[in-house]
């Protein structure tokens, strides 16, 4: 059972353009949802994270939207840059002692110059 | 300031063999999280370290197991390796004072033939 489902699987935007990844989870329990950026030959990298008592949250150029009635949240890239080019994973977790990430499949995005 | 770091960077195992991977946290993190990421899936949790005992174990065989040591550093322990086993282990840690967020290092890409 994939609780955290990512789409699309891959993602071409051209330089300057808006980068749209969007997740979908079922377990209402989750409350705290990270992004991570991760490059080839890579970990993981923390980009930006949301809990549910707020509908959207920015950092920089990053900026997540979370909907909790339809249990949804995704990740808006703006001014996308070649260097944004990595594969982007969403995640979710029951936030309290014991934090148990659940990501979703993963999104390969690349920005053309 | 180090962040997690990880040893070695690559591993090629042979089929039935044993493998021990290491982790050091970053600094001020006491909780240590292991996760198995195959190639073009997002990291799956195998369990994770804090106070030197398992706290929360993920879908993974007995084969799978681990230790954390007094200075918080861990060991990932795979015995009788299978083929299926080949993948990036990645180390997460994280601290009970800093909230949810869980910090990767690079991985070790395991191999096994």
């Known amino acids: 059972q994939q609780q955290v489902k990512q789409s699309p699987q891959s993602l071409i935007v051209q330089k300057g353009g808006i980068s749209i990844i969007n997740c979908a989870y079922e377990?209402?329990?989750?409350?705290?949802f990270p992004w991570y950026q991760q490059f080839p030959g890579k970990g993981p990298a923390l980009l930006i994270a949301i809990r549910p008592d707020v509908s959207e949250k920015k950092e920089g150029r990053f900026t997540i939207s979370f909907n909790k009635s339809a249990k949804q949240f995704s990740l808006h890239i703006m001014d996308s840059q070649p260097g944004d080019s990595a594969t982007y994973f969403c995640?979710?977790?029951?936030?309290?002692?014991?934090?148990?990430?659940?990501f979703g499949k993963g999104t390969l995005l690349t920005v053309n110059p | 300031d180090a962040g997690v770091t990880q040893s070695p960077t690559h591993l090629i195992k042979t089929r039935g063999q044993q493998v021990t991977l290491r982790c050091s946290p970053k600094?001020?993190?006491?909780?240590v999280s292991w996760y198995q990421q195959a190639l073009g899936q997002g990291p799956q949790f195998i369990f994770q370290y804090y106070e030197e005992e398992e706290r929360q174990r993920g879908n993974f065989p007995d084969r799978f197991s681990g230790h954390q040591f007094p200075n918080y550093s861990s060991e990932l322990n795979v015995n009788a390796l299978l083929l299926g086993d080949s993948a990036l282990y990645l180390c997460a840690s994280s601290g009970t004072t800093g909230g949810d967020e869980q910090y990767f290092g690079p991985g070790t890409r395991l191999t096994v033939t």
């Open positions: 600094s001020g993190h006491d909780t």
């Open positions: 377990n209402t329990a989750f409350d705290y």
């Open positions: 995640a979710a977790s029951k936030r309290g002692s014991i934090v148990k990430l659940t």
